[in-house]
């Protein structure tokens, strides 16, 4: 602990916020004499609430296959995973040795030296298994830093017995969405949520425009040009017309409980979020009702951000060979079958893809095409901190205290900033 | 009588003892000075407080030092020393003097984010103090069920404030919360409680005011018990009315504690992390965003994160408020208060 960091009144306040540092590794094992693994195996899961106990049956069975394992499993929500995983491998303790990491997490952790490589070890089991474009996001600076768990995207969920009432068609872009306002009336139904709490969902608009966040390739800042500007133009106009209404707290709760009670008929969600919907009121029972459809084009096209879990191993593990046989373990054709059967999670081998019960999914069948075409974001070690200006922007253009343009703007400089240090321009 | 007992022991003692006899003599004979004398004679007082001033230094002392040593460098969660696993990765910031406050310093965001601070500190704690004050002196009179009624209002208290503060964000949702649903019962619109950079400040003070009250609620019917029942008649003899007696006995009679709970509260309200972490992620924007919550979001929330710059508003923070603590204590020794 001799990281006792920004250690002012103001790192209090923080750890009085963070909480408790998560639990304690105690694994001590290696392998014993015969070869056994043995020790604790401690894996940080943030999977929501209607995936984490499937993903807690499985982590657990593979004590079974390795007895001298223990595995503890612990829920982190994802939100706070990401600053609590950084508080302990930083400081040294308290980290797991396992973590599901999002996919933008991965260069981020890779490049602060708290992943353990794992090219050449059991953890990579047969590579050339794996999507090419989730395994992009495995990759820093030429090593192996995760492996990867499920691959999403985003796309349009509608509720097909409001939009048949309705007398609408499927949309196909976002102006589509706004000139059938007038048709729900009736029902007293909003076309769309629109979130507004959360920049991910900012993406479509900006992939739709013909825009980026930056371009990797060039070392360019791009959220400040054109597309970054019409991408909140549109977002503000959808909500301006009341084709959709957001909220810029509570964005997720608000969001599926007005789409589970019928309230909208629309949203932008990812395959996450379909176990939690067919649990609402209007999809229990009638599964039909749900349909999925590619995202809305904006002026320029479609376009939506490719997502995704991987498994990383925390560099300082006391129980390495364990952490990546448990890897291993959780990334397996077989756990990613069965992730698929229960909770409608796209696979991330090509392998799973041939089993039956995957092809006959149809969120597979749906989420998979989407996820051939989704926009790859840029792997870059600063890539998760470019949410939080545009999370800010993007409330300030929604509650009308700033224009587009001066958001995409100030967004634009905020990167710059993040950015210093490397040849941005 | 202290100062007896300590110099009747003293020469037991022998460390300090003999320190003050040689030190004495090292000065080459000058008189020893207040601190030597002090130390001297309340030796015994002085090791009776050891540990404490042992452990406060270790972990409020160290921590401070460090901390403003940090907002002097460029250090960064990716040049700082750590330990991962076999992997000892040794420190690479270096010394960049006030860069960091200048920066800061130059940066309209500072001021911005001070001057709601202060709107903040300043609306949470003078609420709170009425609306304390007002219920310890309705709590202070003899009526049936008083007991119930303290324990009534200083139950929030015992609620872990994070507890308390995702209750109120289930009241204020928007869409689904229970105030809106009686607003729009009463034929009001609904009111975007979070979601309106106004209606938000207003939100979060109010939270504080209620997670505050209780606190000012027990100090001030303390400071109100302690007030002399006979003042108060001999005021009622003489003729004052309610108010006269109110503003002329139990107002002087309440002050020295009242300016204490002032300060503190002024300062932990300054402070308040969790009420606006929890309630509004400081938004909507970042238009509740105090110093603390801002800073976090400036130095935690970015990739590698920024323990100078983030040490730096540590200090600024700090130094605002002893600034404050400094001048609120003259103004009130002026007052005539002894403190």
Known sequence: MRRGIGTTALVAAIALAAGACGGSDDGDGKKNAGGELSGTVEFWDTSGDAEK????????????????????????????????????????????????????????????????????????????????????????????????????????????????????????????????????????????????????????????????????????????????????????????????????????????????????????????????????????????????????????????????????????????????????????????????????????????????????????????????????????????????????????????????????????????????????K | MAVETGQSVAPAAGGDARGRGRGTGEKSGKAPGPLRRALATHWYAWAMVAPVVTVIAVIIGYPLLRGVWLSLTNADESNVARTIGVNEIEATYEFTGLENYTEILTDGVFWDRLGWTVVWTVGCVSVTFLAGLVLAVMLNRKLRGRALYRIAIILPWGIPAFVSVFAWKMLFNEKNGILNKVLSGGGIDGVPWLGDPTWAKISVIAVNVWLGVPFMLVALLGALQAIPGELLEAAEVDGANAWQRFRNVTLPGIRSVSSTVVLLSTIWTFNMFPVIYLLTRGGPGDSTEILVTYAYRLSFLNSPRDFATSAAWGVLILLLLMAFAVVYRRSLRKQGEVW
Do not use: C
Not at chain 1, 77 to 86: L, Q, R, V
Not at chain 1, 97 to 108: F, G, L, N, S, Y
Not at chain 1, 372 to 401: C, H, M, Y
């Open chain 1, 53 to 424: 106990d499937f993903f807690k049956k499985v982590a657990e069975e593979f004590e079974k296959e390795h007895p001298g394992v223990e595995v503890k499993y612990v829920n982190v929500p994802f939100g706070e995973a990401s600053n609590k995983f950084k508080n302990a491998a930083g400081g040294g303790a308290g980290a797991p040795d396992v973590m599901r990491t999002e996919v933008a997490w991965v260069a981020d952790f890779a490049s602060l030296g708290y992943l353990a490589p794992l090219d050449d070890t059991v953890a990579v089991d047969g590579k050339d298994d794996f999507l090419p474009q989730a395994w992009g996001s495995t990759q820093y600076e030429g090593k192996t830093y995760a492996v990867p768990q499920v691959i999403d995207t985003l796309a349009l969920f509608y509720n097909k017995e409001l939009l048949e009432k309705a007398g609408v068609e499927v949309p196909k872009s976002f102006e589509d969405i706004e000139n059938s306002t007038g048709k729900f009336e009736k029902e007293g139904v909003t076309p769309f949520y629109l979130r507004g709490d959360d920049p991910y969902f900012v993406l479509p608009f900006l992939y739709g425009e013909g825009g980026d966040m930056l371009d990797a390739d060039t070392k360019k800042i791009t959220i400040d040009d054109e597309p970054g500007v019409r991408a909140f133009e549109v977002m503000k106009d959808l909500v301006d017309s009341e084709a959709a209404i957001t909220d810029t707290t509570d964005g997720w709760e608000n969001m599926q409980k007005a789409f589970k009670d019928g309230k909208v008929a629309m949203m932008l969600n990812g395959p996450w979020a379909i176990e939690d919907t067919l649990a609402g009121r209007q999809f229990k029972g009638r599964e039909d009702n749900l349909g999925v459809a590619a995202v809305p084009a904006g002026s320029a096209g479609q376009g939506s951000p490719q997502g995704g879990h991987n498994y990383s191993v925390y560099a300082g593990s006391d129980n390495l060979d364990a952490s990546y046989e448990f890897v291993k373990y959780m990334s397996s054709a077989e756990v990613q079958k069965r992730t698929t059967e229960e909770l409608n999670l796209l696979p991330t081998r090509t392998s799973v893809y041939e089993e039956q019960t995957v092809k006959d999914n149809q969120m597979v069948q749906f989420f998979k095409p989407a996820v051939d075409k989704a926009v790859e974001r840029p792997w870059i070690a600063q890539g998760n901190s470019l949410f939080e200006p545009l999370r800010v922007q993007l409330a300030e253009v929604l509650t009308g205290r700033t224009t587009p343009e001066d958001a995409a703007k100030k967004a634009g400089e905020e990167y710059a900033e993040l950015l210093e240090g490397g040849d941005w």
